[in-house]
T-cell receptor
Framework: SQTIHQWPATLVQPVGSPLSLECTVE??????LYWYRQAAGRGLQLLFY????GQISSEVPQNLSASRPQDRQFILSSKKLLLSDSGFYLC????WGSGEQYFGPGTRLTVT | SQQGEEDPQALSIQEGENATMNCSYK?????LQWYRQNSGRGLVHLIL?????REKHSGRLRVTLDTSKKSSSLLITASRAADTASYFC??????????????FGKGTKLSVIP
């Protein structure tokens, strides 16, 4: 069966510090991968998606970047965090030709 | 931009009652999906209904889709306290370029009181 992991679960970082969030998927090959951000009490905002290694599409211009160095690994990064980067970050995957997305447990990021 | 909009924003019912949530969207879609999110957790996929389907069932869940009105509803029958969660609709646009991007609404927060 497929599983998706995210870490860390929670993170408190000062403004201006770097960020690296990691997501890995097990039990499937060549998944589509997604990064979302969810502000408190709000819906999900798609940040990045990837259909293959090294292929990243950005949906929202921002202080963040994403990379996919391996087939089942998706990384969300920032060189310098802003207060507005605080939120709940969710990674998800979907199979080719499949509409359903499967989410990881999320990372709660607080920028102070 | 927000494609799906759920209604109501919050719903409180007694255990055993039925809960109905609605979703409206703006553009053509390939499919519409419903997800559940327990507080502080990731989303869980509940059900997918394709644009050529009108109704779909899964256990205690019933989803309807009216493409002419661009709306969908999620009915949870015989609710349980464990159904307490936020429910989101997500639309998969009919862009013709491959479907990779779901657009989520802001969700309906359901509270089931024991």
């Amino acid at each position: 069966s497929q599983t998706i992991h995210q870490w860390p679960a929670t993170l408190v970082q000062p403004v201006g510090s770097p960020l690296s969030l990691e997501c890995t998927v097990e039990g499937t090959s060549n998944p589509n991968l997604y990064w979302y951000r969810q502000a408190a009490g709000r819906g999900l905002q798609l940040l990045f998606y990837s259909v293959g290694i090294g292929q990243i599409s950005s949906e929202v211009p921002q202080n963040l970047s994403a990379s996919r160095p391996q087939d089942r690994q998706f990384i969300l990064s920032s060189k310098k965090l802003l207060l507005s980067d605080s939120g709940f970050y969710l990674c998800a995957w979907s199979g080719w030709g499949s509409g359903e997305q499967y989410f990881g447990p999320g990372t709660r990021l607080t920028v102070t | 931009s927000q494609q799906g909009e759920e209604d109501p924003q919050a719903l409180s019912i007694q255990e055993g009652e039925n809960a109905t949530m609605n979703c409206s969207y703006k553009t053509s879609i390939n499919n519409l999906q419903w997800y559940r999110q327990n507080s502080g957790r990731g989303l869980v996929h509940l059900i997918l209904i394709r644009s050529n389907e009108r109704e779909k069932h899964s256990g205690r869940l019933r989803v309807t889709l009216d493409t002419s009105k661009k709306s969908s509803s999620l009915l949870i029958t015989a609710s349980r306290a464990a159904d307490t969660a936020s429910y989101f609709c997500a639309t998969d646009p009919d862009s013709g370029a491959g479907s990779y991007q779901l657009t989520f609404g802001k969700g309906t927060k359901l509270s089931v009181i024991p």
